[in-house]
């Protein structure tokens, strides 16, 4: 008599405060370079300190906070060299699986992506709603080129960009001009011309970063479209 499979355990307590603690640092609770008080999180929580520093380790491994000698955990802060490289590796990386998804996609994952893009078409000019429908489009494009590697990469990377106190979707008048590269994705998309997808997931990605950066001293903001 065969024995039946064992339940799956269930997810570690460090496991839970990891993703408590994350929540908090994507939701500016924790605002990037803040120290992370341990006993007051411990008291928070009701959880002893193995756990907390557990889960320290994995948001460490993470990128989302920084571990120092004898002063304890950090908020992670993203330079301008943090942003712009980060953006460089988003664009070569995106680009070229959206563009060999572009060559292989089905009929059904296109009318999945056009679903997709739906969704951020009603959030926009939502900016929460938007920039979550606009995560959920590049990951779900990913999942479908079915690179795990490369998944794995644009994950870490995505949830570092969080961190930017001045994300480029936050930029006055970035929305419009994300929703209008989105709308020329999908249509190379549809017609499969992978040269296309790529070169407008480069330019979405190029002009993503630029609104990071800022406007230039001296010159005005981006107006609204």
Same mark, same amino acid.
């Given at each position: 008599? *065969? ?21 908090? @640092?994507?939701?500016?609770? /924790? ?10 999180l411990c008291q928070e929580l009701g959880i002893s300190r193995t756990p ?26 993203? *330079? ?10 988003? &664009?070569?990386?995106? *680009?070229?699986?959206?563009? *060999?998804? &572009? ?6 994952? @296109?009318?999945? /992506? ?6 951020? +078409?009603? +959030?926009?000019?939502?900016?929460? $709603?938007?920039? =979550? ?19 794995? @990469? ?11 106190? #001045? ?9 419009? +001009?994300?929703? &209008?590269? #989105?709308?020329?994705?999908?249509? &190379? ?18 002009? $993503?970063?630029?609104? =990071? ?7 005005? =903001? /981006?107006?609204?479209?």
């Open positions: 008599m *065969s024995t039946p499979a064992a339940q799956l355990a269930p997810r570690a307590l460090y496991e839970e405060v990891a993703e408590h603690l994350r929540q908090r @640092i994507f939701n500016r609770q /924790l605002e990037p370079g803040a120290w992370v008080d341990e006993l007051k907390l520093r557990e889960a320290l380790k994995v948001l460490a491994t993470e990128g989302l906070v920084t571990m120092k000698v004898r002063r304890g955990a950090y908020v992670t802060e993203m *330079s301008e060299r943090d942003v712009r490289e980060a953006y460089q590796l988003l &664009a070569l990386l995106e *680009s070229d699986g959206a563009a *060999s998804l &572009a060559a292989k996609a089905s009929a059904d994952q @296109i009318a999945e /992506l056009d679903a997709l893009h739906a969704d951020l +078409e009603r +959030e926009y000019p939502q900016r929460d $709603g938007f920039f =979550a429908a606009n995560e959920r489009f590049h990951l779900r494009l990913l999942e479908m080129e079915d690179n795990r590697w490369r998944q794995q @990469i644009v994950t870490d990377l995505r949830r570092l960009m969080k961190l930017n106190r #001045h994300h480029s979707l936050f930029q006055q008048g970035r929305l419009a +001009e994300s929703l &209008a590269e #989105h709308r020329q994705l999908m249509e &190379a998309l549809r017609q499969r011309n992978a040269d296309a997808v790529r070169s407008t997931m480069l330019t979405h990605f190029r002009n $993503g970063l630029r609104a =990071a950066e800022g406007p230039v001293p001296g010159t005005p =903001a /981006l107006p609204p479209s």
